[in-house]
């Protein structure tokens, strides 16, 4: 198979993605460093700036992290249109350099609810595996959230997900 | 999206889903494919409705029940556009790991240099 933009002899790995029940997303690669590593680069928010707004997708205008439990970390990128797309939370779980579990709030649609994910990083022969899994909201969640005040009507959420889609695309 | 990810989210509807993908049934022929009864059919069918996943249409004297495939597109495309974030994201990461191993043996280096 070809590599797209493989500059080095390092062969790239591939991004796999499955949609499970219970609103679970699961996101997997193999990175060739071992877990401490990776782990650092996942965290730390001056590392986590280099990364986390490809060129493709627009640029990076906030990065910041207080990695610990109960710490609020908040990134934000700049779409290529000029919409600015902010996820925000804390984390619940940290123990490097196998386990981070953490919230995750899209906040252009905050009454969608809190996400929660879980990112594990597995030491494979000098590789690491990374699994990220993202449970999406209940639908009881988002009704209670919604029901608390905010006028916001599902449609309208779902709209801003797609416009929020499409302007990463 | 949201709503067909919610929708799905429960199995017995992703069953229903599956089903449906074979063609437009009424709700006691799904009932019996899937050994649900008519009021947990009947129950699930309305949310996946709400969702807009799929629609009714009569049929002599039967009411079926079959997929819409707009929502099921959406959500593939999503994902798919999703997947391409990450993936853009990840390649990034491993040319930052690179540097970053190459930077520790440097370090590891230095005392005998």
Same mark, same amino acid.
């Given at each position: ?10 062969p ?17 690669r193999?990175?060739n ?11 730390r ?8 707004a ?5 640029e ?9 439990v ?10 290529p ?38 990112v594990t ?40 997900l797609?416009?929020?889609v499409?302007?990463?695309? | ?22 063609g437009?049934r009424? /709700? ?6 899937? !050994?649900?009864?008519q ?5 699930? $069918? =309305?949310? +996946?409705k #709400?969702?807009?996943? /799929?629609?009714?249409?009569a049929?002599?004297? !039967? ?6 495939p707009?929502? $099921? =597109?959406? +959500?593939h #495309? ?7 974030l ?28």
């Open positions: 198979m070809l590599e797209s933009q493989g500059t080095k002899a390092t790239m790995n591939k991004t796999s993605m499955e949609l499970k029940e219970d609103r679970e997303l699961v996101i997997s193999t990175f460093g071992p877990p401490r590593i990776v782990f650092d680069a996942y965290t928010a001056e590392l986590v700036k280099r990364w986390w490809p060129k493709s997708h627009g990076i205008v906030d990065c910041t992290a207080e990695v610990r109960g710490g609020k970390y908040r990134y934000a990128m700049r779409t249109d000029g919409t600015d797309v902010a996820f925000s939370g804390r984390y619940l779980e940290i123990t490097p350099p196998s386990r981070l579990v953490y919230t995750q709030v899209f906040e252009q649609m905050a009454d969608a609810g809190e996400m929660t994910i879980t990083f597995e030491e494979l022969g000098g590789k690491t595996l990374l699994v990220s899994r993202e449970v999406y909201p209940s639908k009881e969640a988002r009704d209670s959230a919604l029901e608390s005040g905010m006028e916001h009507g599902m449609k309208e959420a779902m709209d801003q797609d416009v929020l499409a302007s990463l695309c | 999206m949201l709503a067909t990810l919610t929708a799905l989210a429960e199995p017995n509807r992703l069953r229903i889903v599956e089903l449906l993908r074979t437009p009424p /709700v006691n022929d799904i009932g019996e494919c899937l !050994q649900l009864n009021p947990q059919v009947s129950k699930h $069918l =309305r949310v +996946l #709400d969702a807009g996943i /799929v629609d009714v249409h049929r002599a004297q !039967q009411r079926l029940y079959g997929l819409r707009e929502p $099921l =597109r959406q +959500l #495309d999503w994902l798919e556009r999703y997947r391409q990450w993936d853009a994201r990840f390649d990034g990461l491993d040319e930052l790991i690179e540097e970053l191993k190459t930077e520790e043996k440097s370090h590891a280096r230095k005392p005998r240099n």
